[in-house]
């Protein structure tokens, strides 16, 4: 679809049918550390890590998995917890609790620490 849309093709809809429902808030986790200027967690580390799981208003996306290994060589990037709600207090009140819930351990992250 974006292809032929973008060789001039015709949108699968006009802007009149397009409504707004909610409010989306996206996260990005990172293995950074925030007392070093947000540099990327410097050390080749094993982690373990317990992101939220995913349902009708959360979309997690990542591309590791508990025990694999953050290394300098890549995007520090952990994850994108995406959430959707009626209004963005809703949503932020999701994340909130989402973000409560997960858990990284090995590897300095930007979350907050409690």
Same mark, same amino acid.
């Given at each position: 679809?974006?292809?032929?849309?973008?060789? =001039? =093709? !015709?949108?699968?809809?006009? /802007? !009149?049918?397009?409504?707004?429902?909610?409010? #989306?808030? !996206?996260?990005?986790? %990172? #293995?950074?550390?925030? #007392?070093?200027?947000?540099?990327? +967690?410097?050390?080749? @580390? +094993?982690?373990?890590?317990?992101?939220?799981? $995913?349902?009708?208003? &959360?979309?997690?996306?990542?591309?590791?998995? $508990?025990?694999?290994?953050?290394?300098?060589? %890549?995007?520090?990037?952990?994850?994108? &917890?995406?959430?959707?709600?009626?209004?963005?207090? +809703?949503?932020?009140?999701?994340?909130?609790?989402?973000? *409560? /819930?997960? !858990?990284? &351990? *090995?590897?300095?992250?930007?979350?907050? @620490? +409690?």
């Amino acid at each position: 679809m974006a292809a032929r849309v973008a060789a =001039g =093709g !015709e949108m699968p809809l006009r /802007q !009149e049918q397009l409504g707004i429902d909610g409010h #989306a808030v !996206e996260v990005r986790l %990172y #293995a950074e550390d925030p #007392a070093r200027n947000f540099l990327p +967690s410097n050390r080749q @580390r +094993s982690f373990i890590c317990a992101l939220p799981e $995913e349902g009708p208003h &959360v979309r997690v996306d990542t591309g590791v998995r $508990e025990g694999d290994t953050v290394t300098p060589f %890549y995007d520090p990037m952990i994850a994108k &917890v995406i959430v959707h709600d009626r209004d963005r207090t +809703s949503a932020l009140r999701r994340m909130a609790t989402l973000m *409560g /819930q997960t !858990e990284v &351990v *090995g590897v300095t992250t930007n979350a907050p @620490r +409690s």
